[in-house]
């Protein structure tokens, strides 16, 4: 029995979709299969069209395996049965933190569970966790979508960094590759130049993919000659070629965690290099420019967007000097109710992942009557520790009960009204690269102003990449700060995008604004 589990510690990223195909196309392929499905979210177990039901699942349970084979299921194919997930997983982390030897308990449930089966497919949650580490001590191979992207290959070599010279074989693969987008298409290349890191099959961003939770089958039961059935037959020859190396030679088929490690720190670092950063800001302007989004700051702050990334440079160029610039990578995740009432009213609610902290956040903003422009009303946010991160993120913890607690202001209770206890749940993440510049000292006729400004591509799945130019004015008036911008796109000979990506953008203007108040 071979045991693989389709992990990434980031969300969204194509771990069900792909579990749900690989494990249907190795059931066809005579392989008597066991998918289970350890995400509470039920999402392949829903796609499989089985009840989502453990019954008495508990922290007994975790010594029990009877319990779980109990709850197994065929599903509508061949050879392939499914464990489904259970509502109550949201208490599988804590439980197997309060075992001594969660790893073991792990290995031994999977050993008597795949006992029937040649092959058990994990299909994970997001995050890293007790749960997550237990995977990752007990599979054979661990497999992990990657969407061609800044974060998704700096979150790829944190998992690198993190495996020891035990650790599971490693196949990443691309997923979600849309050939619009200028940064897939190059790391797609750059990946195919890799055979040793990732598998060469990549799965493209298709809406008959997106189809599989909808029609509840894999994508070959609904359309086999689809090109993504075709991408999830080749992915299937080619984990099954590794499986069976590895069953031969016992060796990892793949680079070790350290060649890993090397070249994606190689790649990052051209990818860091490619949003030119000449100078870092200097400690008097990073002081002032935390002063401008502090607390106490209170410049207005307007978004506009642009066609592509070019516009920022002609826009740079048309600024005449050279200023002191800083690059910032962070994740958005926003949050709202099924019938969107708080996008509908003008609020973002957000949880900001950077690199070394998360914050809460909650944006009311406005668009100007011209459309051209996205003026923030209020925002706050707060830092939140890892803990909280992860429960928002699990859904867990309501965003709102954390802005309750630690953001004292009246958007709170704003909020609390609009969506009346009713579930938020996360609606959009979008990856957000920028380049900040500033102060910028911009003067046209009698009017002038001190401006930090921001380029910044957001890219979130499915959406067309955002282009937004956000400043932020020192102690000038809105008006004054729209009219100088206006003047310097004009001079520039850059036009703004008539269609607005509201939600990118204000993510976007959200998060310049996030420095932490607490209160
Ligand atoms: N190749 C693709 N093309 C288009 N949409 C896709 C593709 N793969 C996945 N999706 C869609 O993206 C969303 C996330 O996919 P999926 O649920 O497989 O990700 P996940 O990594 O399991 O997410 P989670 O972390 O929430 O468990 C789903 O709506 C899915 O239909
Ligand atoms: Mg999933």
């Given at each position: 029995m071979t045991i693989v589990a389709v992990y990434n ?6 771990k069900?979709?792909c579990a749900?195909?690989l494990?249907?196309?190795f ?80 290995r031994?449930?999977l050993?008597?569970?795949g006992?029937?089966?040649s092959l058990v497919l994990l299909?994970c ?7 997550s580490e237990a995977v990752i001590a007990c599979a054979d191979v661990l497999l992990v979508p990657t ?9 790829l070599l944190?998992l690198t960094q993190s495996l020891d010279h035990n650790a599971p074989a490693l196949l990443p693969f ?20 890799h055979p040793e890191l990732f598998l060469r099959e ?33 992915l299937w020859r080619e984990v099954g070629a590794h499986l069976t190396q590895l069953a031969q030679t016992g060796a990892a088929p793949m680079a070790t965690p350290a060649v890993y490690a090397?070249a994606l ?255």
């Amino acid at each position: 029995m071979t045991i693989v589990a389709v992990y990434n510690m980031k969300g969204g990223v194509g771990k069900t979709t792909c579990a749900v195909n690989l494990a249907y196309l190795f059931a066809a392929s005579g392989q008597k299969t066991l998918l289970w499905d350890l995400d509470a979210q039920a999402a392949s177990t829903f796609a499989l069209r089985v009840k989502p039901e453990v019954a008495q699942f508990g922290k007994p349970a975790l010594r029990n395996a009877q319990v779980f084979i109990e709850a197994i299921r065929e599903t509508d194919h061949l050879n392939l049965d499914l464990l489904p997930a259970d509502f109550s997983y949201r208490n599988l982390d804590r439980f197997l933190d309060q075992l001594e030897d969660p790893k073991h308990v792990m290995r031994r449930m999977l050993a008597q569970l795949g006992e029937a089966y040649s092959l058990v497919l994990l299909d994970c949650p997001a995050g890293f966790s007790s749960l997550s580490e237990a995977v990752i001590a007990c599979a054979d191979v661990l497999l992990v979508p990657t969407i061609p992207g800044t974060l998704s290959m700096r979150t790829l070599l944190r998992l690198t960094q993190s495996l020891d010279h035990n650790a599971p074989a490693l196949l990443p693969f691309l997923s979600m590759v849309d050939r619009r987008k200028a940064l897939h298409r190059s790391l797609s290349q750059w990946v195919e130049r890799h055979p040793e890191l990732f598998l060469r099959e990549q799965i493209p961003y298709a809406s008959s993919v997106e189809q599989v939770s909808v029609r509840r089958a894999p994508v070959p039961i609904y359309d086999a000659s689809d090109p993504a059935a075709k991408s999830f037959a080749g992915l299937w020859r080619e984990v099954g070629a590794h499986l069976t190396q590895l069953a031969q030679t016992g060796a990892a088929p793949m680079a070790t965690p350290a060649v890993y490690a090397e070249a994606l720190d190689a790649l990052l670092s051209t990818l860091i290099a490619d949003a030119p950063v000449h100078t870092i800001a200097s400690a008097q302007s990073a002081a002032r420019k935390d002063q401008a989004n502090g607390p106490d700051r209170d410049g207005p702050q307007v978004a506009f967007a642009v066609d592509s990334k070019d516009d920022f440079q002609v826009l740079e160029r048309a600024l005449g000097e050279a200023h002191p610039r800083r690059a910032a990578n962070y994740l958005a995740h926003t949050f709202d109710t099924d019938d969107a009432t708080l996008r509908r009213a003008g609020y973002r609610v957000q949880l900001i992942e950077e690199p070394e902290r998360f914050l809460i956040s909650v944006v009311k903003a406005r668009v100007t009557p011209d459309e051209e422009l996205i003026c923030l009303r209020e925002q706050r946010s707060a830092k939140i520790d890892g803990g909280w991160a992860a429960q928002i993120l699990t859904g867990q913890l309501s965003p709102i009960s954390v802005i309750d607690r630690r953001i004292r202001h009246p958007l709170a209770a704003e909020l609390r009204a609009l969506t009346a206890d009713r579930t938020l749940a996360r609606v959009e993440s979008s990856e957000h690269k920028s380049l900040r510049l500033g102060p910028v000292e911009f003067a046209e006729g009698e009017e002038s102003a001190s401006i930090y400004l921001e380029f910044e591509c957001a890219e979130a799945p499915g959406a067309e990449t955002a282009y937004c130019v956000i400043a932020s004015g020192l102690g000038a008036e809105t008006q004054s700060v729209t009219r100088l911008l206006g003047a310097w796109r004009k001079r520039a000979g850059v036009r703004r995008q008539f269609e607005l990506p509201g939600s990118a953008q204000l993510a976007a203007v959200a998060h310049m604004k996030s420095s932490p108040t607490g209160s």
